[in-house]
């Protein structure tokens, strides 16, 4: 077999695809950052990219640790890959070594732990725990947090709410401010339905992998709940995330452009009913899978241009 290119490889070992969800939770901060900052001061679009930067790595981060303990302990031969699930398989394949994996895996949660000590310092202490808790979920995703059924809620957490709450948090706030101002109640609400899509992102992903995670030792939620009530979680979660975004104009808490973030209704409607029809048969899931996607996906993008065209 060829061997790709190396840039080629290494896109694919990072899952280079999947990381412009990161990009589209720091917008959102950005956009709520912009919208609460004092008039006359203005995002500080240096301190913006490094926390795009960093938490990509840390996104990147989170994939590389995942794939070199996927293949650690043979959950990457036994998995049915597809499109939008199982891995990159580049170990598997000879592409990388496991142990370069290792390396890239905690080279980039070093430098994106260095950003965020950096704004800990400059801006305020409660980014330390912010950051300290993403850690954690990067480092003990596999080993601990997927044995516990914690995985989802603290993915959710770390690589959804989190990002938003942190990127506000570290463009707006002042080194002396009470921890009890800082975060305005529409920032904290926007900044769920972007945890809880990413949790449904990761659980959705879980169903085609769910045997081969089993033999690996993982007792996420598809296991522990077996793929019926799985997919009934699937979509609880799914009805919860825009319930949130229809209620927030409603209660005079945001703007009535939130609703640019119902746009994708119609996709998640084709994700949820196949999920709950198809949800033992891989090959008829993949398309929910998709479609579940390109829902986190666009819904966190009109989430922040929503928040963008409020300034206007």
Known sequence: MQHPNKVVVWLNQIRANFLVLA??????????????????????????????????LAHASVNLFNE???????????????????????????????????????????????????????VHWTLFVIM????????????????????????????????VLGTFIALTATPGQPWNTLLPIEVIMISIPPGILTSLLLLLNQFPDSEADKQGGRKHLVIKLGYKNAAFVYAAGVVATFLIILILPLAGISSYWLYLGLLPLPVIFI????????????????????ANIVTVLLTDALLALAIFITLF
């Open 23 to 56: 990009v589209l939770l720091v917008l959102i901060g950005i956009a709520l950052a912009y919208k609460y900052l004092p008039a006359g001061h203005s995002v500080n679009w240096v301190d913006a990219s490094l926390i795009i930067f960093g938490t990509v």
């Open 68 to 122: 070199y303990s996927d293949h650690l302990t043979g959950i990457d031969k036994n998995t049915k890959r597809t499109p939008f699930s199982g891995g990159s398989g580049m170990m598997n394949s000879g592409f990388t070594e496991p142990s370069s994996v290792l390396i890239a895996a905690i080279a980039t949660l070093l430098i994106a732990g260095s950003i965020g000590i950096y704004f800990g310092i400059v």
């Open 132 to 163: 300290l808790t993403g850690a954690f979920s990067i480092v003990y995703y596999t080993p601990l947090l997927t044995k516990l059924m914690l995985g989802e809620l603290f993915s959710g957490l770390t690589l959804g709410t989190m990002v």
């Open 271 to 290: 994700a949820t009913k196949t999920t709950l029809k198809f949800y033992n048969n891989v090959d008829k899931l993949i398309p929910a899978l998709g």
